[in-house]
C-alpha cells in the first residue's frame, strides 16, 4: 500500500491549518496515512552552532527517513505576516541539513488556510517556490480562505461548496499522480 505523511507547517495546538490536513486525510482511501501533529514535535532553533554541539535529534532523523519511505507528502501551510511560520521554516532547515534532498521526487499536496480572505496565499507561494529546492515536486495546490466562514471545526469539514469541490478536485487529482 502506497504511504502518504500528513501534516502542517504549525507547531500550535489550534492550528486551523493541522484542522484541514485531518479533513483532507479524511477523505482518503486506499493508502497508509501517516498524519503528523507538529504540535508534538519541538526542534531547537536552528544554528550551526547547536548543531554542532548537540547533532541531530533521533525524532529528526526517524522524520527524515519517514519522508524518504513516502509516496507523497500533503502539507498546509500557515502564514505568519505574509511568510511560512518559523516553526516550518526551522524544521525545513533541520531537515535539509540532515538529507538536503530529503523530499526527492515525492509528489506534494500544497494547501494552506487562514482567517484572512486570501487564504495563506502568500505562504503556500513561498513553500512552492521552496519545496523543490529540496526534491519536491509540487504537484496540486489548494488555498481556503476565511477560515471561520469556510470551514466548520465542529463537523472538521469545508462547508463552502464551491471551496469544497475544487478542495476535492485538487485532491483526487494528486491521488490519481501516486497511483
Given at each position: 500500500m502506497k504511504k502518504i505523511i500528513a501534516f502542517a507547517g504549525s507547531n500550535s495546538s489550534t492550528s486551523i491549518n493541522y484542522e484541514?490536513?485531518?479533513y483532507t486525510v479524511s477523505l482518503i482511501d486506499d493508502f497508509d496515512i501517516q498524519l503528523l501533529n507538529m504540535a508534538?514535535?519541538?526542534?531547537?532553533?536552528?544554528s550551526e552552532d547547536e548543531e554542532r554541539e548537540n547533532g541531530y535529534k533521533n525524532s529528526l532523523i526517524e522524520l527524515k527517513d519517514d519522508f524518504l519511505e513516502a509516496d507523497g507528502v500533503v502539507i498546509s501551510v500557515n502564514e505568519h505576516n505574509g511568510n511560512p511560520s518559523a516553526y516550518f521554516k526551522n524544521l525545513l532547515d533541520w531537515l535539509s541539513r540532515v538529507e538536503y534532498k530529503f523530499l526527492q521526487?515525492?509528489?506534494v499536496f500544497l494547501m494552506g488556510t487562514s482567517a484572512g480572505k486570501r487564504g495563506a496565499i502568500s505562504s503556500i507561494t513561498i513553500t512552492e517556490?521552496?519545496?523543490p529546492r529540496f526534491g519536491a515536486v509540487v504537484e496540486n495546490i489548494f488555498s481556503l480562505p476565511s477560515y471561520e466562514e469556510n470551514f466548520s471545526k465542529k463537523k472538521g469539514v469545508i462547508v463552502n461548496e464551491e471551496l469544497k469541490q475544487k478542495h476535492q478536485e485538487q485532491l483526487d487529482d494528486f491521488l490519481k499522480k501516486l497511483s
Open positions: 484541514l490536513v485531518k508534538n514535535m519541538p526542534f531547537p532553533m536552528f521526487d515525492k509528489p517556490q521552496t519545496l
